[in-house]
């Protein structure tokens, strides 16, 4: 795909989001678009990034991209050759234990925190630096086996404790809409997320109150993700275009 083809899809994507949070009585720019790099070559995601700097520098008003990752791996390989553009990195996938060390060199962000155990150790890994580390609490709202995340029912109290931790700050919760061609079904599980998300906020627990962020929603639902409230969207096929399907992620 050429650079004026990822900028012209990035450009669709951005105004997509923007008629989506005005359809639900939103800003414009309540949302915000991370790119799920995944698979992507290093050309393609730099063209991507520097389409999103002449945008804004043209006066768009969109926030910069995110940049997302699933696996660390891929972060490693792509971020040092990245690096001269600043990105801001999102782990965005499962994260081993073993792999913590290589992901927080470059990650600002883990939007896959499902357990106390990762929590503590990112908390072990972070707590000594002077800024700390968004963490997002994933959740599996739809339930399906092949999703990774906490229960909705247990998140909250996960989330409790995971913003107690040292050198974390509880940003908020992400999670992977249903694979269903229902709009309700799809619809319910956001909804799902953001009252999990309002619970948090409101309980009164320490370190919660700032947890607002929702990510959610892809390319294909991402109208469906911000009507509900998402303030990010993970986008990967409408700007990169179709990857195998094995390998699909936004």
């Known amino acids: 795909m050429s650079s004026e083809d990822v900028a012209h899809r990035l450009a ?11 359809a639900a009585g939103r800003g414009t720019t ?19 990034l520097l389409a999103d700097a002449a945008a804004r520098a043209a006066g768009s008003g969109t926030a910069p991209v995110l940049l997302g990752e699933n696996r660390v791996q891929e972060l490693v390989a792509k971020a040092p050759a990245l690096q001269d553009l600043a990105p801001t990195w999102h782990v965005i996938g499962p994260l081993q234990s073993n792999k913590v060390n290589a992901a927080l060199r470059w990650a600002a962000a883990v939007e ?8 503590q150790r990112l908390s072990a890994r972070v707590r000594e630096r002077d800024v700390p580390l968004d963490v997002w609490i994933q959740v599996n709202v739809s339930g399906e086996a092949s999703k990774h995340g906490a229960h909705p029912d247990a998140a909250p109290d996960l989330a409790a ?4 931790l040292p050198g974390l700050r509880l940003a908020g919760f ?23 998300r ?8 320490p370190g919660t109150a700032g947890a607002h962020g929702l990510s959610m929603g892809m390319s294909g639902d991402l109208e469906i993700a911000v009507a ?23």
């Open 112 to 119: 896959s925190v499902a357990d106390d155990a990762l929590a």
């Open 30 to 48: 309540d949302a915000r678009v991370l790119l799920a790099s995944k698979t992507m070559d290093v050309a393609t995601v730099r063209a991507a």
């Open 161 to 164: 404790r995971v913003a107690a």
């Open 198 to 205: 309002d619970e948090v906020v409101g309980s009164g627990a």
């Open 12 to 22: 669709q994507v951005h105004e997509r989001v923007a008629a989506a949070c005005a």
């Open 174 to 196: 992400m999670t992977v809409g249903a694979r269903s061609d229902d709009e309700r079904v799809v619809r319910a599980g956001f909804a799902r997320l953001r009252a999990v």
């Open 228 to 250: 509900e409230g998402a303030t990010v969207v993970r986008v990967g096929t409408a700007v990169f275009g179709s990857r195998p399907a094995a390998e699909a992620h936004g």
